[in-house]
């Protein structure tokens, strides 16, 4: 479901007749289908929002109308990558998709001989379809140019961090400080990647080097309290291994009361 922070999730734990769930947490990392993204100033943004397996992985890929048309995200199994664009997509706003009579109306499944995953929605005659491999994700989903997102553990830490368990964070935890003593380093293989983090009140600013090279400083102060939140992110990086590094700064903008910083998950693009 969506809830004010993004989707929620609650994985089966069913065995036999007996039917269970585990508790719910926050699946998502997308500003985009939260409260403060905007997602709740609209029905015809948030009734057009399914889960599909629009990668033909057998898992249910999370996928959104807004106006620029047709967005998912796919799953990894714990979470959901960035969004991203459909190569094609034509029920935008522009188009006239986001009238009352065709919202709510987004479904997709394998609807043509060549056995190709489409969305299709209703419009004024009939039901249209997105055509061929429409449901291919830009940069995500099936095949090579996905994204992988694993959590804070995947970092090397030294210093003091403050281990944190909150239902928002990716995976339920994650790693907090707010003095330069402390710093995390991440090796990972690929062209991109993305830190998330918790945006709030108090917190404040980190030094980001990539191959041990200042390229960014990362402000976490946010006026509301977000999980998942993408902190720095890059692409286009020369396939291969690379390094991420975060130092906090100890400093924060005026805005803000307190100095921390936290590491959350990294997504990574190969």
Known sequence: MRGSAGVWCALSTSSGTTVSFAPKRLWTQLTQTSDAGGWNASADLYRDLRLLDAGGD???DLCVRDG????CASSTGSGFSALFPLT???FTAAAGWSVAPYVQTLVGGLVDDANARQLCMRGSAGLTCSGGAGVVLAGGGGGGGGTTTVDHTAGTYVGTWTNVTEAGNYGGSAKQCAVTTCSMTYTF???GVSWLGQKDANY???SVYLDNVLVATADAYGAVN???QTLYSVTGLTSGSHTLKIVPTATHNASSSGN???VDAFTVTS
């Open 189 to 191: 293989t690929g062209t």
């Open 88 to 90: 094609t997509s034509t």
């Open 68 to 71: 620029s048309g047709i967005n």
């Open 260 to 262: 921390w910083i936290e």
């Open 204 to 206: 404040g600013k980190a």
């Open 58 to 60: 057998g898992r249910a």
């Open 226 to 228: 977000t999980y998942q």
